[in-house]
């Protein structure tokens, strides 16, 4: 070992040089401590000076920054806070349609021509769920009535046969690649169908990573809301929705909009 490497490695045990047998080889078992200790001193020495780990750049893709946020909602716009009423009237009609519905969901029936696409693949549940018409950011595509619904295209709506069958560790994935999307992209009713319908699926207690996920989800509606330049009623009325399940259902109550 070098006089350098030991300043900043210092020896814990001495090691000295024995008189090995002839025929030693370093590449096998040690059969004594001998051996063992000058296995040791070769590989140490062996070892190059700097180490650079080989990291694939694309698992790093869009997830090498995570912004935190601990503030709540912002207001909706003025005229467009819904009430308390209302609030609790949408709470009371998603946990009546769940406890009503949830028991026969399994039952449902999958289309043969419905392949859903594996947990970790973000990019084929962006596609699946949206189509490629907004996923991929398309003005319109081909007009043809003989075709019928090319679902790859226009994106499967949330079935009870598709989210049935879907576990709650797919159902995180998959909110986490929408609320990924929806990060940086406008609200669509296909995107709200979606993370309705998702919502639906989860399941209390929640898990860590879906707690996290659905109060980002509510700041990115609250946020959306206010940029709301045409005040689409429809729309702001959808945003009021996902922000109140998310705050009085799933019980994140400094989310929830302050009753008008």
């Not at 009371?92 to 399994?106: D, I, Q, V, Y």
């Not at 898990?207 to 429809?234: D, F, G, T, W, Y």
Request: charged share 25%; with cysteine; hydrophobic share 35%.
């Amino acid at each position: 070992m070098e006089a350098g490497v030991e300043e900043l490695m210092p020896r814990l045990l001495p090691v000295g040089d024995w008189d090995l047998a002839e025929d030693f080889d370093p590449t096998v078992p040690p059969r004594t401590p001998q051996e063992y200790l000058k296995r040791v001193q070769i590989e140490a020495a062996r070892c190059p000076d700097v180490v650079v780990a080989k990291i694939d750049p694309r698992k790093l893709k869009k997830k090498q920054t995570v912004n935190i946020s601990i503030s709540g909602c912002q207001p909706a716009p003025e005229g467009y806070s819904p009430t308390l009423r209302w609030q609790q009237q949408q709470v009371a009609n998603f946990s009546a349609s769940l406890n009503k519905h949830r028991n026969h969901w399994r039952s449902q029936h999958l289309d043969s021509n419905v392949i859903m696409p594996k947990s970790e693949d973000e990019e084929g549940w962006k596609k699946f769920c949206l189509g490629e018409r907004i996923h991929s950011e398309i003005d319109a595509l081909p007009n043809n009535e003989n075709i019928g619904i090319d679902y790859m295209k226009v994106g499967f709506p949330p079935l009870l046969s598709i989210v049935s069958r879907m576990n709650q560790a797919t159902v995180t994935s998959v909110l986490e690649y929408l609320i990924s999307w929806f990060g940086e992209k406008k609200f669509t009713p296909e995107l709200g169908r979606w993370l309705y319908a998702l919502l639906a699926c989860l399941e209390k207690p929640l898990l860590p990573e879906a707690h996290s996920l659905i109060r980002q989800l509510a700041r990115r509606c609250s946020e959306v809301r206010v940029m709301e330049e045409n005040k689409n009623e429809e729309q702001i009325s959808a945003l009021n929705l996902i922000i109140c399940l998310v705050s009085r259902y799933f019980d994140q109550r400094d989310l929830a909009d302050e009753p008008s």
